[in-house]
């Protein structure tokens, strides 16, 4: 009987054991859980964004001489219709 005793005793002893793990380990996770920095999903490659940076510059100045031709346009027609 003293055997069987301290057979229940050692069962009751692990099973404490086993839920103290249990119980650090879900802290562990849920401690892990903060939101960490995210890398970006895709990384655009800095030659396109210069690639795309050249390509704006050069559709805004062709806007800017289209309507300064067009200014230009305008003037000399007021200066006809005098």
Known sequence: ???F???TEDVDRI???RARQKAAVSKFKSGSETPSPKK???RVHSGDVASANLAAAKAAKAKAMARKA???AE???EKQDK
């Open 1 to 3: 009987m003293k055997r």
């Open 5 to 7: 005793d301290k057979f």
């Open 15 to 17: 099973a404490a054991l």
């Open 40 to 42: 970006p999903e895709s």
């Open 70 to 72: 067009e200014i230009r």
């Open 75 to 77: 003037i000399q027609k």
